[in-house]
């Protein structure tokens, strides 16, 4: 089936393709035209077609009509003044019995529309019994227009008529958009500035001696207009406008249009594959602890939760996934983390978004130090409850593992230590929150390894012993610094002393102590450790 299916999408591809490009041919005038010999005329009827009569013996469709076909032709009088026409051609046996043929157009909502071509009695007696080709377009048809073409005889025999629907071409074809006026709409081309966020549109081939409307436009099932929009009028010499854009969007549109009633639109959208500005806008309801997406613009891709790992990979979390068309989206019961991601899938592509990784979040793991000691504490900003177990790495098994689950509740702004087991170093716990559906692991690790001497005991006396220690020193450094003093001291007395020593006193300094008379029972006399110009006076008792 698959095959096939692609066989025929290829074949209406190529159809597509051909109908788009495909020139029309040109006639100056519409005629009917019959083989060389008959002599025959048209003239259009508007009148309710004639009731039938019952067909003379042997007479059927397939011995009247053969080789019926209908194509679409142009008729111009001038540049961008051009109509279509319906060209009907078939071969008819002639018999004494058909005097003509009536080709008649019908099409929902409109007028059944005939054309009668009669043969000229002379001729048709002359050229009886034989193949005749007869060719008419002269009936207007619109562009896309679905008409159900008939082929009877004149008179109308009952059950003798051929019947077929045409589509005629649409304002798809090239053609048409640069002849037709129904389906001119301009060529639209722009020049992209990202800086100032502006496109400059310059329209060319548009309607002519008729102003001309542009503007942007978000895409959809209708193109609804942004507020950007301009009317560039017929006398202007340069058919150029600036359009103001907010967002570079994949459904933003340049939409362009002649200033006349119901007049086709023709569009182009600039960023039509930049699909990566459409994963933005993510919020988070913290009330209902809910994350709301809504895409800008209408996109088929798929939307889930990860939880974002340190290697830089995104784990998809089970139960996640949603399709995207043009609703919102939510995700209920969502704990906020700056880890927990959203993944946007379109075919082969996708785009990871983190709206929490900025910080945000109700609870987290800390890492503390008590007596010298490091500790994992759990502090929730909300009453939640959590799963709580060691997360194992080893080498033969290089990935986190979890083992020997506990779960507890933690109230809010009460923090809670977890019980690290007895173990102090390289030690990690995996921290989960239950009671949400959403939800991403937290995992924290001690690093600091203690020694025995690091235990809280040894801690105690630790803090006896040290600053006894710094007493003691302190002890020793003053008196070391007091017995310095007191030996400069005595180095500088026994100087002193050995300078006095020796200078000996004159005779006449010791006649003149001799001659002192005693006061009051005790002698004054001068020292006789004499140093440069500095005397001394010892009281000597008697």
């Not at 958009?177 to 060319?204: A, D, F, Q, W």
């Amino acid at each position: 089936m698959i095959p096939w299916l692609a066989l025929l999408m290829s074949y209406h591809c190529l159809i597509g393709v051909a109908a788009e490009n495909t020139q029309l041919e040109r006639i100056e005038r519409c005629q009917t035209r019959c083989s060389q010999g008959l002599s025959c005329k048209s003239r259009p009827e508007f009148w309710f077609a004639p009731v039938c009569q019952d067909a003379p013996t042997g007479l059927t469709s397939n011995t009247v009509f053969h080789n019926v076909s209908i194509s679409t032709v142009m008729r111009c009088e001038e540049k961008q003044k051009c109509t279509l026409h319906l060209r009907i051609q078939t071969v008819v046996d002639l018999m004494d019995s058909v005097h003509g043929v009536s080709i008649c157009t019908n099409s929902a909502g409109m007028m059944t529309n005939c054309q009668t071509i009669h043969f000229n009695k002379a001729s048709r007696r002359l050229m009886s019994g034989l193949p005749v080709k007869i060719e008419n377009d002269c009936t207007e048809v619109s562009p896309n227009q679905q008409l159900q073409v008939t082929v009877k005889t004149v008179p109308s025999y009952c059950g003798i008529s051929w019947s077929s629907m045409y589509h005629a071409p649409g304002c798809i074809n090239k053609d048409l958009r640069k002849n037709v006026p129904e389906c001119i709409t301009g060529t639209l081309s722009y020049i992209e500035n990202p800086v100032k966020k502006e496109l400059t549109v310059n329209v060319s081939d548009m309607l002519q001696d008729h102003d001309y409307h542009l503007r942007l436009c978000h895409k959809d099932f209708i193109c609804t207009g942004t507020g950007a929009h301009t009317l560039l009028k017929k006398e202007q010499p340069s058919k150029t406008a600036v359009l103001p854009y907010s967002r570079p969007l994949p459904c933003l549109c340049i939409e362009g249009w002649s200033a006349v009633m119901d007049a086709p639109r023709v569009q182009v959208c600039p960023f039509k594959d930049r699909l990566e500005e459409l994963w933005f806008g993510i919020t988070f309801d913290p009330l209902e602890e809910a994350l709301i997406w809504e895409p800008a613009c209408p996109v088929t891709a798929v939307a889930g939760l990860c939880e974002k790992k340190e290697g830089g990979d995104c784990v998809d979390l089970p139960d996640s996934l949603q399709n995207i068309s043009r609703e919102k989206i939510m995700f209920a019961k969502v704990d906020p983390q700056p880890q927990l991601c959203m993944k946007f899938t379109a075919g082969s592509q996708s785009w990871i978004r983190c709206p929490f990784a900025d910080g945000i979040k109700v609870w987290d793991v800390i890492v503390s130090k008590r007596h010298g000691q490091e500790e994992l504490q759990i502090l929730s900003q909300v009453t939640a409850r959590f799963s709580v177990g060691p997360w194992v790495t080893s080498a033969e098994s290089p990935v986190g593992q979890m083992t020997d689950m506990t779960f507890l509740e933690v109230e809010k702004h009460k923090p809670i230590e977890l019980d690290l087991k007895g173990r102090q170093c390289n030690f990690c716990q995996q921290v989960k929150r239950i009671d949400v559906k959403y939800a991403a692991t937290v995992v924290r690790c001690t690093k600091l390894c203690m020694s025995k001497l690091s235990s809280p005991a040894s801690y105690a006396s630790t803090g006896i012993i040290i600053p006894a220690a710094a007493c003691i020193s302190c002890i020793v450094v003053i008196t070391l610094v007091l017995w310095l003093l007191l030996m400069v001291f005595r180095r500088r007395k026994e100087k002193r002393r050995g300078v006095c020593l020796s200078e000996k006193p004159t005779d006449t300094e010791i006649s003149e102590v001799q001659s002192h008379r005693s006061v009051r029972g005790r002698v004054l006399m001068p020292d006789p450790l004499k140093c440069g110009n500095n005397e001394k006076a010892n009281l000597l008792l008697n």
